[in-house]
């Protein structure tokens, strides 16, 4: 237990800086990944112009390695678009594309899964399209994909591991640190691969509990 | 700008490395046939003690499965790369090490193995349980009955979510880049560091994932679709 004390536990405050940074950078790519992956579902379905070019973009995010995505961001982009300007930047937009990509696919399956019905019941009563789109399609496709979105998010957090490579100092990077001091990798490697396991189980739980509520709640047997 | 989309467009230096590049993407079908070979049949075996009837291999089943499926792949393989061969060390008393291929392929199969256990699990619930009885009382073994009767149903049934799986493996085969197994990324870096010129490396590093996987997953999706119809019809 000595070596779990000294290798481990003394080294909680550099261990804890990392987690935040990783934590940080999970929940900014979460928030862009549904804001871009409803904006590229939307542009999809009803933008039928720029439609060629969100089937590229969605398939391009989904089908490459997040690895790939990242290293690409952050070597290629600064040359291209003179944009991210650091490695915090360049982290969440990778992740924030890869998932947008797939959330995109999840929202275009729970939007075509509501029964035409509903959108032409309101179009009678009156309603505008964009009122129809607030009011009846976007609560059901929220209840409808929650389990989907919150899979993705857990997607998100062991993509995030990643990120060290190009050196941004999540919680990897640091435990990838101090075994780099002392080259005792054991008790540091064992405590970070844990870690990760509890963080995405209890993620994972706490998102399945979540949405099994919300369809207990919402959902249309409980009306 | 001109100057960047020039350098962009310049492929040539894709030409110069042909070879290089060309045996990191073989590098990439090794790790991943491999990987694939042990995720599955581990996979299987997590499913069996997950649907056994005595209740201590079915905790073990759940606890393989919960720990490789919320295991992050790349802290997985830095763990199986760095601890598992110090671990094995203190345990014969020796010096023992893994070859990066070794441990890609440990890795990715031990995580991989969590997913499919799961997508294997489904398939064999999802058999009504009347079709086992009835090869009981026609007096077959229970792994006749498995090899038989169970498993020819689930690995069709499973058939569409295994290959999202198996794209995601192959997507997660570049990660083994990062413990030096000479795949196409790897390749992609090194050649990078010599020529300082990220931007068309990376770009088109990026658009041969995409052309590969985007092609693998419509061939596969097309050549399972048709395989199921011919036996369900």
Redesign the interface.
Known sequence: MGNWQRLVWNQRDALFSGLVVTVEICLIAFACAIVGGLLLCLIRMYVRPLRPVAIVLI??FR???????L??VN??WP??FGWPDTFFTAAWVALALQSSGYLAETFRGGIEAIPRGHREAAYSVGMRPMLVFRRIILPQVALSTAPSIVNQF?VI??????VS?ITVQDL?FES?RI?NIWYE??EM??A??AI???I??LV?TAGKALSDMLRRRFGIAAA | MSETLQQLLDISIFWEYRTVLLRGLAVNFYVFVCAAIVALSLGLGAALLRVSRRRPLRALGTLHVEIFRNAPDYVMVVWVHFVLPLLIGTLLHTRFELNPFVSAIIALGFVYSGYFAETFRAGIEAVPIGQIEAGRSCGMSDRHILWRIVLPQVVRRMLPESINQFISLFKATTIVSLIAVPDLMYQVSMITQQEMRPLPLYTGAALVYFAVILVASYALRAASERWRNKIFA
Do not use: G
């Open positions: 398939e391009f089908a490459t390695p997040i690895l790939v995505q290293l690409w070597y290629a040359a291209l857990t957090v062991k993509s995030s591991t990643l490579v990897m990838q075994v990798p054991i490697l064992t970070t691969a990760y396991i509890i995405v189980f994972s």
